[in-house]
């Protein structure tokens, strides 16, 4: 199989950052406060870098869905390897309600724009954490899908992989084109270097906005409140056991 | 010791040790009337909630990761910015008592026992990272940043900051103890890395060493107080911003691991890679008995001989120049083959034998601590514990295996690691490398510089902290000040 891949990244708060809610519970504080690639886009970003290493594919594209900065994610996907990217401008309203479904639309309309042969998204979002895009983008596709990957191996025609599951590890063997969403221990992402960052501002990076697309951003989701988890609350010593059924009792626990 | 006395030298030696108790005794009570003095200070400055009294909380301050014991402080305080710390210290001055600035204690020379008690300063919740200037290759960071989140912070900007000790420890108490790593022979240790310190002193007064928020490559501006502050331990300051030179992100990585019929042949390929001006990234020696405990552990089989475990940093085509110019020479000293790894999975795995060379050594006798020490000369060794280190900078870990336990063999190994010291000595080394002075090798540290050395330290630890207040009972002894 030699062809094109797509690949999702995503701009999100960095995973060092310490997330604070905003005053009016409507969100988190993002003004000001440092973002980065998600971390499973990256290792998304390496596998497809190091297929096209191993010649088995021709061009990594990356893609962004998002503000101006998410051209920053795209460099960082370029530096690393990819070839190309492309920018679906979303911002303001529709960014803030920008969730799976719309993207996995916009990954569908893109994939069949750019004839790709493989997808390969990051598994979940660090600031979401839905686990949705890949599998809707496959649905909307009708294509195979090889979700939370830890082993990827391209065979002819089909692809195999071996998928982190809640019993252990499954391996499963799919059809091409198809879907692939990258877990965590999939490989180790390489860090961008300068020359490798030098060599990505001259890499292309397209601009597309949702409507080419024939994508409606519409969401049929309404965040009502966001908040912090509850304070956590100090414990309490006792000195036999009888007492701590006692307080076990009082507290309607038991 | 006792009984070698006479019955009237015995009788003058008990009354030295009863008043020297008695003093003991008096400087505590003392001190614990200070103590319960600031304690309400301490809460108006930093907060109720980061004063701490709690037994478990100062036991956790007391102690580092080596296997000096427990000395807890008093009191433990989180200053949050450095108005706090200053203020905090001013209060600690006005009622002397002694300061412990307090990093990620990770330390291996004991450096945060509190052998006089005091306050502990733990800086953790200083975390902010600061002023990156990635085209001038320079950022500056707090206490609180380790030097792993520093490096993921940076992991889009293709820069890195290459000193690595073995733990993730604060990037400020590494400047506090001149920290090295496992590149050092490439990229340096902290001494030839660190611009400018933000530090406190211990009268609350707070200093730019080289100028505040300044970061020249290169100075020749008054005297160097920045390399004064580095390898300090706490005894003259506390550190609470230091400015880090960064370097480019190697394009690619190579490693290698090689092994040797002979010790001397595995030195003698370094002295020769090195002569020869290959800019090796790491160069790291094992010895049989340190492979053998690597094998057994990681379940891996490399060969129990002598091995030399290589990285190779830089653009594709010089990494072909240098590994085949490394392979020649370690060929013409009886070397196997190289094992090459070129992929950071297999990197990793490759380096896992060193990097769990601690635990494998301590698995050789399960139940039982280690006590590390460096040793400059290889050749003379009759040494029985396993040997690692880092071969390019002469520097090597002899990691004695010890029953803590038994005190017996605790006094054999600690005259051990002297008589290891002082070889090192003898070879115009130094007792410590790496770790520090700390607790443990301060009469070694008056043996390697001598006595008129030590007097201008005494001199500017005099100048800076008259009353002895800055971590004290580290590197310099009670009896100098």
């Not at chain 2, 206490?143 to 000790?165: E, H, I, M, S």
């Not at chain 2, 103890?177 to 001494?191: P, Q």
Request: proline share 5%.
């Amino acid at each position: 199989m030699s062809g094109r891949v797509l690949v999702g990244v995503k701009r999100v708060i960095d995973y060092a950052v310490k997330i604070r809610v905003k005053a009016d519970n409507t969100g988190v504080v993002t003004d000001g406060v440092k973002h980065s690639m998600n971390p499973f886009c990256e290792i998304a970003v390496e596998e497809a870098v190091k297929l096209k290493e191993k010649k088995l594919v021709k061009e990594v594209v990356a893609v962004s869905c998002g503000p101006q900065q998410s051209q920053e994610t795209i460099r960082t996907a370029l530096a690393m390897g990819a070839d190309r990217g492309i920018h679906v401008e979303v911002s303001g309203k529709d960014y803030e309600t920008l969730g799976p479904l719309q993207v996995s639309k916009i990954m569908a309309a893109l994939a069949k724009k750019e004839d790709a042969q493989l997808i390969i998204l990051g598994k979940q979002a660090i600031d979401d954490d839905c686990n949705q895009t890949g599998q809707m983008t496959a649905a909307l596709l009708d294509w195979p899908q090889g979700t939370f990957a830890s082993e990827v191996t391209l065979d002819g025609d089909k692809i195999k992989v071996v998928r982190e599951i809640d019993g252990g590890l499954e391996t499963i063997k799919i059809n091409t084109p198809a879907v692939l969403t990258a877990d965590l221990r999939l490989n180790t992402p390489r860090y961008a270097t300068l020359p490798n960052i030098m060599k990505a501002k001259k890499k292309k990076i397209a601009n597309v906005k949702p409507a080419d697309l024939g994508v409606n951003l519409t969401s049929r989701l309404e965040v009502l409140k966001v908040e912090d988890p509850p304070q956590r609350q100090a414990g309490m010593k006792v000195e036999t056991v009888e007492d701590l059924v006692g307080k076990l009792k009082e507290a309607g626990k038991v | 010791m006792w009984l070698y006395l006479t019955p009237s030298r015995r009788l003058l030696s008990l009354r030295r040790s009863l008043i020297q108790y008695r003093s003991i005794t008096l400087e505590n009570s003392a001190r614990k009337a200070a103590v319960d003095k600031v304690i309400s200070p301490f809460r108006s400055i930093c907060g109720k909630d980061n004063v701490s009294l709690g037994e478990a909380i100062r036991e956790q301050h007391g102690k580092d990761e080596s296997v000096h014991r427990c000395r807890p402080p008093d009191v433990v305080v989180f200053p949050r910015c450095v108005e706090e710390v200053s203020a905090l210290a001013k209060v600690c001055h006005d009622h002397n008592l002694p300061i412990i600035p307090f990093g990620t204690g990770t330390g291996l020379e004991g450096g945060v026992g509190a052998v006089q008690g005091g306050v502990c300063f733990s800086l953790r919740n200083m975390d902010q990272i600061l002023n990156l200037h990635p085209e001038d290759f320079d950022v500056t960071v707090e206490p609180g940043v380790t030097r792993k989140a520093l490096n993921a912070y940076l992991r889009d900007t293709g820069l890195w900051f290459p000193v690595d000790p073995g733990a993730d420890a604060s990037l400020c108490g590494m400047a506090a103890t001149s920290a090295s790593g496992t590149n050092a022979v490439r990229y340096g240790t902290m001494r030839e890395n660190v611009m400018n310190l933000e530090v406190v002193l211990s009268n609350g007064t707070v200093i730019h060493t080289a100028g505040k928020g300044r970061r020249p490559r290169k100075t020749s501006a008054g005297y160097n107080l920045t390399n004064l502050f580095v390898g300090s331990e706490g005894t003259l300051g506390i550190i609470t911003k230091t400015t880090l030179r960064l370097y480019g992100v190697p394009e690619a990585m190579v490693s290698a691991v090689c092994s040797f019929p002979s010790v001397q042949a595995a030195v003698d390929s370094t002295v020769q890679i090195l002569q020869t001006g290959v800019p090796i990234a790491r160069i790291e020696f094992l010895d049989d008995v340190m492979i053998d405990a690597c094998n057994k552990f990681s379940s891996l089989s490399y060969p129990v001989t002598p091995t030399l475990f290589l990285e190779f940093h830089g653009s594709e085509h010089s990494l072909e120049e240098q590994v085949s110019t490394a392979e020649e020479i370690t060929q013409s000293n009886e070397g196997s083959d190289f094992q090459w790894a070129r992929d950071a999975e297999t990197r990793n795995r490759l380096w896992k034998a060193r990097h769990d060379a601690w635990y494998a050594a301590q698995a050789l006798r399960p139940g039982c601590k280690i006590i590390v020490e460096t040793k400059k000369d290889l050749l003379e060794s009759r040494l029985t514990g396993p040997i690692a280190g880092h071969v390019g900078d002469g520097n090597f870990h002899c990691l004695m295996v010890v029953d803590p336990n038994d005190p017996d063999e605790l006094h054999q190994v600690h005259l051990f690691t002297e008589r290891l010291a002082r070889r090192a000595l003898a070879m115009d080394g130094t007792c410590t490398g790496e770790h520090g002075v700390g607790l443990g090798k301060r009469v070694l540290l008056c043996e390697e510089v001598g006595p008129l050395a030590i007097q201008v330290m005494k001199g500017l630890k005099d100048s800076l902290d008259p009353r002895n207040l800055m971590n004290p009972g580290k590197i310099l002894q009670r009896g100098e000040l």
